[in-house]
């Protein structure tokens, strides 16, 4: 008998829950179902699995809400633990995900909300060895991780000092004689075994120990792990040579003595322990972006209370406060100016290195850098609300989570090390029945190869590593990206859309053209001034622009659909369309040409008259962004092909279009034609990206295989979206692919390295190559090999931090 407690979304009334009620009580095998309207709460006992009631509930017309939450796992050292852990939490009805990351120490779950208490995952875990640490509000996973690292790093280093010296001690012993210190202190080979095994035991028991801790918690849950392989190799080695020491007799063969390897199980440790302090000093790498990001936040700031300037910590600031900021200081939160105009260095935030001017009105970010003028701010944000929590929070996830190119790992890794326990048996047994005298010493040694040079730990560190840092290198160029499978995709992709307003163009309109005098088109933006319109404030902001001082209007008249009458300095101004013109009788054919002209550009054109005469011609337009044509010239380059997206008429968009080269206009786009557009070019058997800013591109982004939200944009735009590009550069778009594709090949590289080191290794430990050309491997080699091994692929990773995209 179970009891399920699970919250049910969208229950309104009485009858709802009624409804929910005689559901559930008639499903087979559940004894009693009550609802809880007010807490929206179901309690349901039965035999009966908890999958099956929320599919039930489903399929009623009501939704089962569902939680993610982080956790730190304690106790990861291999890939194989990292699939025994997700194996575990899988199988606790209610869990429908849970993905595990062995370069961060994280778990990540997503349950069915109110379904699966802590301590049922913390269970779960427990019993295979592990421990699970919930997280309070204020502490940070990767700050816990990266404590954790530092300790393991100085515990790790510690073992590996003393270990060195004594292996030399070991090394040194079994060259005594060939060292020719046999004439200081003659030692027969039983007084070498002796004096190396009291070198060794050390090694084996305590330095060792940081091996077997972790491979005894496995035995006990019944499973194995790469520890598992190094403490049965080491012990395996070790045992044997102290029955050779002790009992030497049992070992003659044909009156030859045998071996003792102390020396092969005290290096095996400390090389294998040497490749673990390399990986530890080089994985403290990987997460450099998110330090980076975290210290970007002051811990304390300037409150102004009660006309006094208090500095209080960050923790106590609210949404509302005045701050004030002074020049080399930091922006401790989200706010916008009250008073003061700086310049802000904002690259931190948007990967763009030029400084911003900022005035009051404006918004400014937390963490961004106040490089001029003092200034007072209005507090808006604070806490895990600010952009740059959020920041931190999106690379975060990222980093925590896995690309469909990793589950072939994670499915290889989940049977590595019984395998390779399985593949060590079989070479002792063959060794031992088939191989050359000594049979035993050849068995044993090739067996031990084995068992040291297998490392699963390559396989779990080859992805998460590199999304590690590739997720970081983005953040560090204003490039946010949702996700590991975010990522892969990008790398795929063979379209790119472009919405056309805010993202390739400046998204306002502005002053382009003036057919007429100077003195004329002061009258223009004079009388134009008293419009509200869009145009009417852009030809106003353009002749501000240039200098010139605008003029009083001595009346005012707005001419709903055609423009505006005003007097200024006694003239009758009109500025507007043709059908203006016309009704007002004034003769614009001198005009006509220019103002088709413009026209056929993609403009807006207007007609401006003085005392009934024509005196000109204006243009206004959302102009191109500077960067726009490199950005879509750089993406045709890679091969990428470039569509434009808009609901502007067709002349007005192929105008913009051929500015920027753009082949494929789809012009006169609703709003919400524009998913059905995104879904017609996949139809076609594209990899398409959307790249929008605004609330009405949010169906098209989530819609598309890769949506990018410009930073400038909107936030349901960057929620939906897959990648967000602070800056709001379109260029940005190429820099996230390419960035993709070098990922994308790292994460290539550390898996082809990671199989085949194994791959070829593994048969060459187990000496398959010594009937042809008589060769073995010795397991000191092997122990190397297998440091190595997972240095390497941390190391390759890293290189994504040094790349130029």
């Not at 991780?145 to 292996?167: F, N, P």
């Not at 005594?176 to 035991?201: C, H, M, N, R, T």
């Not at 369309?577 to 002209?597: C, I, K, Y």
């Not at 979206?721 to 994308?744: E, H, K, Q």
Request: proline residues 4%.
């Amino acid at each position: 008998m179970k009891k399920w407690t699970l919250s049910i979304a969208g229950m309104k009334c009485a009858s709802c829950s009624s409804r929910v009620e005689k559901s559930l009580s008639a499903m087979e095998g559940v004894n009693r179902a009550s609802i809880n309207l007010a807490m929206g709460m179901a309690t349901v006992e039965g035999d009966i699995p908890l999958e099956s009631i929320a599919r039930q509930v489903t399929e009623i017309g009501f939704k089962v809400p569902e939680m993610t939450e982080t956790y730190h796992l304690k106790g990861l050292s291999c890939a194989a633990c990292v699939a025994r852990c997700e194996g575990a939490f899988l199988a606790i009805d209610g869990v429908r995900e849970a993905q595990v990351n062995l370069a961060t120490q994280e778990a990540t779950i997503r349950f069915i909300a109110g379904a699966v208490p802590f301590e049922t995952l913390r269970g779960a875990v427990t019993e295979k060895g592990f421990d699970l640490i919930r997280l309070g509000a204020a502490e940070d996973p990767g700050a816990i991780a990266e404590q954790e690292r530092v300790e393991e790093y100085r515990d790790i280093r510690k073992r590996l000092t003393i270990g060195g010296l004594l292996s030399l001690g070991i090394a040194l012993l079994g060259h005594w004689s060939g060292l020719g210190l046999d004439g200081w202190i003659a030692l027969e080979k039983p007084e070498i075994f002796f004096w190396q095994w009291l070198l060794v035991s050390p090694i084996q028991f305590w330095v060792g120990w940081y091996f077997h801790k972790s491979a005894l918690v496995a035995a006990r849950s019944g499973s194995a792990n790469m520890h598992t392989l190094v403490t049965v190799g080491t012990f395996a080695a070790y045992c044997y040579s102290v029955m050779v020491l002790l009992v030497p007799e049992m070992f003659v063969v044909e009156g030859i003595s045998a071996e003792a390897y102390f020396d092969t199980s005290g290096s095996i440790i400390v090389l294998i322990l040497l490749g673990r302090f390399l990986e530890a000093r080089a994985k403290g790498h990987t997460s450099q972006a998110i330090r980076k990001l975290i210290e970007l936040t002051p811990k304390m700031a300037r409150l102004i209370r009660d006309g006094e300037e208090v500095e209080v910590p960050l923790a106590e600031v609210a949404p509302g406060d005045r701050l004030l900021v002074k020049p080399g200081e930091k922006v401790p939160v989200d706010g916008v100016i009250l008073r003061g105009t700086t310049t802000l260095d904002e690259s931190m935030i948007t990967g763009e290195s030029v400084p911003i001017d900022r005035t009051p009105g404006e918004d400014v970010v937390g963490g961004t850098l106040n490089k001029t003028g003092a200034f007072t701010l209005q507090v808006t944000k604070v806490g895990g609300d600010t952009v740059l929590a959020r920041i931190v929070s999106m690379v975060r996830n990222a980093q925590g989570s896995k690309p469909p190119i990793a589950r072939l790992a994670d499915q290889i890794a989940g049977i590595f090390v019984p395998v390779v326990l399985v593949l060590a048996s079989l070479t002792f047994l063959v060794w031992w029945i088939w191989g050359p005298e000594p049979t035993l010493t050849y068995a044993l040694l090739n067996a031990v190869s084995v068992l040291i040079i297998a490392c699963p730990c390559a396989l779990g560190l080859a992805t998460p590593t590199s999304i590690m840092v590739g997720t970081g290198k983005g953040a560090e160029n204003g490039i946010l990206i949702r996700g590991g499978e975010s990522l892969e995709m990008a790398h795929k992709l063979d379209m790119v859309v472009f919405d056309k307003t805010g993202t390739l163009t400046q998204g306002q309109p502005a002053l382009t053209d003036w057919l007429g005098t100077r003195e004329d088109l002061v009258l223009v933006a004079s009388a134009e001034r008293g419009s509200e319109h869009p145009i009417a404030q852009a030809v106003v902001a353009g002749v501000k622009e240039e200098g010139m001082a605008l003029r009083e209007a001595e009346s005012f008249e707005a001419v709903v659909g055609m423009g505006v009458k005003a007097q200024v300095d006694g003239k009758q101004i009109m500025v507007g369309t043709r059908r203006l013109m016309e009704e007002n009788g004034v003769d614009f054919s001198a005009m006509l040409q220019p103002l088709e002209q413009y026209e056929a550009e993609g403009k807006t054109a207007m007609l401006a008259a003085c005392d009934g005469k024509i005196i000109g011609v204006i243009a206004v337009a959302d102009t191109v962004r500077p960067e726009s044509r490199e950005a879509v010239a750089t993406l045709q380059k890679m091969g990428i092909s470039v569509a434009m997206l808009t609901g502007d008429n067709q002349k007005t968009a192929q105008a913009i279009a051929d500015q920027l080269g753009i082949d494929r206009v789809i012009a006169q786009v609703l709003p919400n034609q524009k998913e059905q557009t995104i879904e017609m070019f996949r139809q076609e058997g594209k990899v398409v990206a959307m790249v929008g800013d605004g609330i009405n591109d949010a169906p098209a982004l989530a819609r598309a295989d890769v949506g990018f939200a410009m930073g400038g944009g909107t936030d349901v735009a960057m929620e939906t979206a897959s990648i967000t590009l602070m800056s709001g550069d379109p260029r940005g778009v190429a820099r996230a692919i390419r960035l993709s594709r070098m990922t994308m090949r790292n994460i290539r590289q550390n898996l082809f390295w990671a199989f085949a080191y194994n791959v070829i290794l593994i048969p060459l430990a187990a000496g398959v190559w010594f009937p042809w050309f008589g060769i073995l491997l010795s397991p000191i080699f092997a122990a190397g090999a297998m440091g190595l091994s997972s240095v390497t692929v941390v190391s390759n990773a890293l290189r994504l931090r040094t790349v130029s995209i």
